[in-house]
């Protein structure tokens, strides 16, 4: 695709967004790996027409609001990046045009409140803990609120677990095989303590020593997702400070969208002091199943009575990182669990980030078609790497009247290796 763009007007990611823009031929094999194209069936709601229209702003021939509600629909799945043949980055067109239009757009007063909310709350676990107590206030006056505020009250949950706070180290069991550190998350630590509590017992039931950076905080992926790029630096730059690359084997991600974000940090300071650093860091940033899978991990025990499992791929793991089968390898060698596969391409869920406060309909319609998915396969339970995968189908089996269990991934093999300590 020829492009006329003056890459010195867009700063450091000028280029990376003319890149990918050039190396996109049109062929439309991304369409199909879609989930906007695949529930609207329109060319604009495509990457290929996303591309075409990030373009036409960028030669200043479309202004930014007559693109943005087509590049709004994108749920940044990244499901179109591995099914291209020209390799174009879509993930980092995307992500840095986001970073470009979003403090040039024209927001309606309850938009900008909504991301307010969701920039000041989100990334805080403290903020967010509070945020859910007003929120159970806030369900009483649901009906009387404009769409996405309503959307957003809908997510908060009405009860959460005790908090469970992480020592800043936690032993390796038996010889020490190795030495990481642990991004402990935001939303993740608030909905699910447990997942970073199994993370550090399975860890050391490898013989791995964890180091939890006390001043760490958010990643900052939520930041970069909706475009508040000065805010995702802030967050990023707390972490590159906090966590000491250069000490461990590995910094440790158990949240699909974390890591892939952490792995953004050189996109992020592209062009700043920070950028060798930053990418420092990003190299040392392993899923916690990778880091397993090449460890080599200790079998775990059988689960008491036989049982099958939906492995659903979180699309920051399987599309974003390319992380297929290390999360498999380790459910496959529990025995006696069948592992069965979720027939529908790795298809977004719909949770994506901030998605279901931004575009309700089609993330309802996705959820919907995942959840349909996963009981096609007949499972007894089903596994994500990703606790956002979780939260979304738990809330459309649950619009089913369907109980179903739902396990991350490192919860259930935690739950395996304690059948026999
Ligand atoms: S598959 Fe790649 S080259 Fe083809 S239209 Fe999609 S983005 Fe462009
Ligand atoms: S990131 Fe996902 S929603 Fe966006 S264009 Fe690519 S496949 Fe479609």
């Known amino acids: 695709m020829q492009h006329r763009i003056d890459i010195n007007k867009y700063g450091p990611r000028g280029q990376t967004m003319a890149e990918a823009i050039q190396s996109c031929v049109h062929c439309g094999f991304c369409l199909a790996a879609c989930p906007t194209y695949k529930v609207l069936g329109e060319e604009m709601d495509s990457p290929r027409g996303r591309i075409y229209l990030m373009k036409e702003v960028l030669e200043?021939?479309?202004?930014?609001?007559?693109?943005?509600?087509?590049?709004?629909?994108?749920?940044?799945?990244?499901?179109?990046?591995?099914?291209?043949?020209?390799?174009?980055?879509?993930?980092?067109?995307?992500?840095?045009?986001?970073?470009?239009?979003?403090?040039?757009?024209?927001?309606?007063?309850?938009?900008?409140?909504?991301?307010?909310?969701?920039?000041?709350?989100?990334?805080?676990?403290?903020?967010?803990?509070?945020?859910?107590?007003?929120?159970?206030?806030?369900k009483l006056f649901k009906g009387a609120m404009p769409e996405k505020m309503g959307a957003m009250l809908g997510l908060i949950p009405t009860d959460l677990p005790v908090d469970k706070?992480?020592?800043?180290?936690?032993?390796?069991?038996?010889?020490?095989?190795?030495?990481?550190?642990?991004?402990?998350?935001?939303?993740?630590?608030?909905?699910?303590?447990?997942?970073?509590w199994a993370t550090l017992r399975v860890l050391s039931e490898n013989g791995v020593e964890i180091v939890i950076p006390q001043a760490q905080g958010c990643c900052g992926s939520i930041m970069m997702h909706i475009g508040e790029e000065e805010?995702?630096?802030?967050?990023?730059?707390?972490?590159?400070?906090?966590?000491?690359?250069?000490?461990?084997?590995?910094?440790?991600?158990?949240?699909?969208?974390?890591?892939?974000?952490m792995k953004e940090y050189g996109l992020l300071f592209?062009?700043?002091?920070?950028?060798?650093?930053?990418?420092?860091?990003?190299?040392?940033?392993?899923d916690i199943t990778v880091f397993l899978d090449k460890l080599g991990f200790k079998p775990p025990a059988a689960l008491p009575e036989p049982l099958t499992v939906a492995?659903?791929?979180?699309?920051?793991?399987?599309?974003?990182?390319?992380?297929?089968?290390?999360?498999?390898?380790?459910?496959?060698?529990?025995?006696?669990?069948?592992?069965?596969?979720?027939?529908?391409?790795?298809?977004?869920?719909?949770?994506?980030?901030?998605?279901?406060?931004?575009?309700?309909?089609?993330?309802?319609?996705?959820?919907?078609?995942?959840?349909?998915?996963?009981?096609?396969?007949?499972?007894?339970?089903?596994?994500?790497?990703?606790?956002?995968?979780l939260t979304q189908i738990q809330t459309h089996l649950t619009e089913r009247g369907i109980s179903l269990p739902l396990f991350h991934t490192v919860k259930l093999l935690d739950w395996a290796y304690r059948q026999t300590n």
């Open 60 to 138: 200043e021939k479309l202004s930014i609001e007559e693109a943005q509600p087509y590049l709004d629909r994108c749920l940044g799945c990244i499901g179109c990046v591995p099914t291209c043949p020209s390799g174009v980055r879509y993930d980092e067109l995307i992500v840095s045009y986001r970073a470009f239009s979003e403090p040039q757009r024209r927001r309606s007063l309850t938009d900008s409140m909504a991301r307010r909310m969701i920039a000041e709350t989100l990334p805080y676990p403290s903020r967010f803990r509070k945020a859910v107590a007003s929120g159970k206030v806030g």
């Open 165 to 196: 706070p992480l020592p800043p180290f936690y032993p390796a069991k038996g010889k020490r095989r190795a030495k990481v550190a642990l991004l402990s998350g935001c939303v993740q630590t608030v909905l699910d303590p447990d997942i970073n």
């Open 231 to 261: 805010r995702a630096k802030k967050l990023a730059r707390q972490n590159l400070q906090a966590f000491r690359p250069n000490e461990v084997d590995a910094i440790i991600t158990n949240a699909a969208g974390c890591g892939s974000g």
């Open 270 to 286: 592209k062009g700043l002091p920070e950028e060798s650093e930053a990418e420092q860091f990003a190299h040392k940033v392993q």
């Open 311 to 389: 492995y659903q791929d979180a699309c920051h793991l399987l599309h974003a990182q390319g992380i297929r089968n290390p999360p498999r390898n380790l459910l496959a060698s529990i025995p006696n669990l069948t592992l069965l596969e979720v027939g529908d391409g790795g298809l977004c869920c719909g949770s994506a980030g901030t998605y279901n406060i931004e575009q309700p309909e089609i993330a309802h319609q996705l959820g919907q078609r995942k959840v349909q998915h996963i009981l096609n396969t007949g499972a007894q339970a089903v596994v994500s790497g990703n606790i956002g995968c």
